[in-house]
Every structure is written in C-alpha cells, then in structure tokens.
C-alpha cells in the first residue's frame, strides 16, 4: 500500500472512531447527542457542557478518557517505532530498556509505602502519588541503563538490551518483594496498576499526556532519516554522516520520556508498542518518514477501541485495557509470524 494512502485513511478513520468511543459506555449516548453536547460547551450562551446528564457524562469522564487513550496510544506507538529502529529488530519494545518494568516497580513502592493515605490524598498537579512514582521509576531505570551501556567508546545497543533485561529482571523482583509484604487492598491496587487502565482519565492527564505527545511527535520525525540509517548498520550509517551516539541519545531519552508519562497515567499497557509499528511496517514498507505518524495515529485507534470495548464487555463494571490490548493482539501477532514463517519456507 502506498504509504500517504494509509495516513489519510488512518486519518480519516479517528474522527468517526473517536465519536463512536464517546457513545459507548454503561450510558449509551447518540451521536444526536453527542454533538447536542458538544455544542452546547462552544455555545457561551448555554448553562455550559455539564447541564445535562449526556453533557455531564462526555465533558467529565468520556472526552477526556478517550483523548488520554489516544494520547498514550500515540506514544507506545511511536515508542516502539524508535525502539525497533534503534535495534534493528521488527520484535523489539520500549519495555527492552526498562522504562515499563521500572515504572511498575516505582508505582508499586509509593502504594506500599504511602498506604491508603496517600493514595487517597496525595495529589500534584492532577497527578497522584503513584503515578509521579511511576514516572520516577521509569525514568530511573533507563538512565541506569544508558548509563551501564555507554562507554568512552560510545553506547552499545547489545550492551543496552543485555542492561535492560537485567533492570527489568531487578523491577520485576521488587516487585514481587513489594506484592508480597502488601496488604490485600494495596495487592489489588499493584494488580490493578500493572494491568493497565483510562479509568482515573481526567483533564490534567490529558495535559501531561498531551506534553509528551507534542515533544515526541515534533521530535522523533526529525530522526526518521536516521533510523532508515541505521536499518544498514552502524557503520553505514556513520559513513552517511549520522552522529550515532547523539541519536542514541536522544531516541533513549525521548523514549523515557513518552513511555515514563504514559505508564504514569494509565498503567502498564502492553502490545501496543510492538504489534502497531510491526503491522503498519508490513503494510508500507521501513520508511520512517512515513511509518512514524502511521504508527501514530494506528496507535491512538487501537488504545481508542481496546477502552470502548473495556467499558462495555462487563457493564456496569469494566475491563483493564491492558488486558484487552493482549487478548486481542497476541492471536493476530501470532498469526503474523505463522504467515511470515510460510512465506520464508517457500
């Protein structure tokens, strides 16, 4: 498929998927009323988008959860984009350099060691506690791995795998250390957490989201001539004239960035990163001038349907979109490599 054929139908497709996502919920609202709503928040002359029932449901809890989905869909997509550039390997992830696994474990320390109190009260600037931790201990654990990788040589990416599958290991022991001394309620917050979930959605996660997709997306395209680069190896791509360690550089941070403000506001959400970018790949080709917006904006819809379905499957009560994201993708990826093996043999 060409590839400016996909972005304008992945283009086109967002809209109408986003107002479907804003009429599905325990309370159906019509696309009537939706866009009733919708008016009635422009119109200044109106009691305001929270008159209503439907206005009070869309302006509180489904506008801005649908948004963050998007917004964090948007980043595990592109995320994973850089990441398997930077490897060279169409299966790599953002959770290769920790920044996942070191998030979790930073969640799950601030809900042991704040208990119900912080968890209830601790509050900054829209964000709680937990999700500064997680932050904290996403962003923590790639600078350790960038650190262990980097020498006066330069930063290797096999010794940058190798780090992160140590950090992750070390996360995943703390926490497993932290499940094991908590109590049932903070138990269920640590299960709940690493689920991954848009339920706490609110405006000022939009906002944090909405920061980390800006600088990723006026960013990372800026690098897509060099990730082609580095699809031929290091050294061709030094001979192309590409500073590689600045690049490495900056991927890492960007990376730690988008994913450690994605798993602040929504949990640990899996697949997104790895099947997206794998997909729209097979679709149009390696071009990252192109396969990173496509992944983009594929990302948002697939975060976007995977909560639609999460509030409907088990009304009144709801899905983790996490795990809807891994029961919906892992079939399809599998089937991928089936189909990808088959072509090989022949």
């Known amino acids: 498929m060409a590839p400016r054929r996909l972005l304008l139908i992945l283009g086109c497709c967002l809209v109408p998927l986003m107002v479907i996502a804003l009429m599905m919920g325990p309370v159906f609202i019509s696309p009537t009323g939706v866009l009733q709503a919708t008016l009635d928040a422009i119109d200044a002359t109106t009691a305001g988008p929270g008159s209503t029932r439907d206005g009070l449901i869309l302006f509180s809890i489904r506008f801005p959860r649908v948004l963050l989905a998007g917004l964090v869909g948007v980043c595990l997509a592109v995320c994973g984009t850089a990441m398997q550039g930077l490897f060279r390997n169409p299966l790599a992830d953002p959770s290769l350099i920790g920044v996942s696994s070191g998030a979790s474990a930073g969640a799950s320390l601030m809900i042991v060691m704040g208990g119900g109190a912080m968890l209830q009260g601790g509050q900054f600037a829209g964000l709680s506690i937990v999700a500064l931790g997680a932050f904290a201990g996403g962003f923590l654990a790639v600078l350790l791995v960038y650190r262990l990788a980097t020498s006066a040589t330069g930063t290797s990416v096999a010794t940058m795998l190798l780090a992160g599958i140590a950090i992750s290991a070390l996360a995943g022991a703390l926490n497993s250390l932290l499940s094991f001394v908590a109590d049932d309620e903070m138990l269920r917050r640590i299960s709940l957490w690493q689920m991954g979930s848009l339920d706490a959605a609110n405006w000022p996660r939009v906002w944090f989201a909405a920061v980390a997709v800006a600088v990723v997306m006026v960013l990372l395209p800026r690098e897509g001539a060099a990730l082609n680069a580095f699809l031929l190896g290091e050294s061709e791509a030094r001979h192309l004239g590409i500073a590689v ?78 795990i809807l994201t891994a029961l919906l993708g892992t079939p399809f990826f599998l089937s991928l490599l089936g189909q990808k093996r088959r072509i090989g043999e022949v």
């Open 245 to 322: 360690d600045a690049v490495k550089r900056r991927l890492i941070l960007m990376t730690a960035l988008a994913i450690g403000i994605s798993v602040a506001v929504a949990g640990t959400i899996s697949f997104v990163g790895l099947i997206v970018p794998h997909i729209v790949r097979l679709l149009i080709g390696p071009d990252h001038r192109y396969l990173i917006p496509a992944s983009a904006l594929a990302g948002a819809m697939l975060l976007i349907i995977a909560d639609a379905f999460a509030r409907v499957l088990v009304a009144p009560a709801e899905l983790p979109a996490g």
